[in-house]
C-alpha cells in the first residue's frame, strides 16, 4: 500500500485504481459503504460511486493501514485505544 505525505500539507490519502485503471486518490473519512458486486464499488457520503479493481477486503486494509498510520504519526494516542 502507498501512504504518501503531501509536502506543505501534511495529507495523507489512500491510492485506489479504477476500474479503468486510472489512479485514484481517495480520502477514506467520505466512505459510506462498500460493496462487492463482483466489482468492488465504493459509495462516499455525497453519494457518489465509484468502481475500483482492487477487493473490498483490500480497500478496506488499507483504510485501517492508513489510519494507523496517522494514529501512528500523533504522540500519545497509540492505535490500540482507538480500535485499531
Same mark, same amino acid.
Given at each position: 500500500? $502507498?501512504? $504518501?505525505?503531501?509536502? &506543505?500539507? &501534511?495529507?495523507?490519502?489512500?491510492?485506489?485504481?479504477?476500474? !479503468?485503471?486510472?489512479?485514484?486518490?481517495? !480520502?477514506?473519512?467520505?466512505?459510506?459503504?462498500?460493496?462487492?458486486?463482483?466489482?468492488?464499488?465504493?459509495?462516499?457520503? !455525497?453519494?457518489?460511486?465509484?468502481?475500483?479493481?482492487?477487493?473490498?477486503?483490500? =480497500?478496506?486494509?488499507? =483504510?485501517?493501514?492508513? $489510519?494507523?498510520?496517522?494514529? !501512528?504519526?500523533?504522540? &500519545? =494516542?497509540?492505535?490500540?485505544?482507538? &480500535?485499531?
Amino acid at each position: 500500500m $502507498r501512504i $504518501r505525505r503531501y509536502e &506543505g500539507e &501534511g495529507r495523507r490519502m489512500i491510492h485506489l485504481t479504477r476500474i !479503468n485503471h486510472a489512479p485514484l486518490v481517495l !480520502n477514506s473519512d467520505l466512505i459510506e459503504h462498500i460493496e462487492a458486486t463482483p466489482d468492488t464499488v465504493i459509495t462516499l457520503t !455525497n453519494a457518489q460511486k465509484m468502481m475500483v479493481l482492487e477487493s473490498a477486503d483490500e =480497500v478496506i486494509r488499507r =483504510v485501517i493501514e492508513f $489510519r494507523r498510520c496517522i494514529l !501512528n504519526s500523533r504522540p &500519545g =494516542v497509540p492505535a490500540s485505544e482507538a &480500535g485499531l
